[in-house]
């Protein structure tokens, strides 16, 4: 038995320009690829992204994982970060984003799991696509239609999640389950990245660097050079052999209804 799906995969992290702590943590070993963007002052934020990624740097060298399995993780993470609070590192927190190596009847899939406003984006054909949904105040404004993408950029609220794990938050991650497909090129990347470069942009170094690993690094230089304000982490990973079998269909009826982001009510979330 193989592992469902195969891949290449690299990641890059960069202090930035003005923060003197680097809070990012990731994890890029199949079938776990994950950033977290820690917060919380003095070292807590450190700490509780470190902490989650040691969580789940338990499962490396499985290969396949189950959302169960994802769950359970993420609880022990969740228990861990808490575990910082009562030591006294108050409000320590962090996001968490990434995907999963999954496996439904032997077919490969992506599980992808989000907490807080790091993002998982796939690159194909070409076509840049964000995965995951920030869990944000700046989110909620754009989905009210009360703030425009253009204005959401310098939006002073800009830094505000809703969601996290720790830093007093309670509320589940949201998870996506979806076929993987040969030439997949996930990125998962913490909002270092993103405040700072522009999808189109992350598209054409995306869309021209074969490596992941120059790709990584290209990405990360090119978000300290536009003013690295803040930690910044990318990791890439590409499927470079799935196992599938033709007119394979899409079960996604292991993700409860309440997890499942509210535009994908129905099936397969892309
Ligand atoms: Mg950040």
Redesign the pocket.
Known sequence: MTAPVLVSCAGATHTGLRRTLNE?AHLAASPVFLVA?GMGGHDAGERASAAVIAEFAGLVGKESLGLEEVRRALADARTAVEELVTQGTSRAGTTLSGVVVASVDGIGYWLAVNIGDSRTYRFADGELEQITVDHSVIQELLEDGQITPEAAMSDPRRNIITRAIGAGSTTDADYWLFPAELGDRMMIC???LTSEVSEQRIAEILGTEPSPQRAAQLLTAEAVDAGGR??VTVVIVDAVSVATHPGSIVHSDEIDEDTRPREAVNGEVR
């Open positions: 990012d963007d913490s909002d270092g803040d930690n």
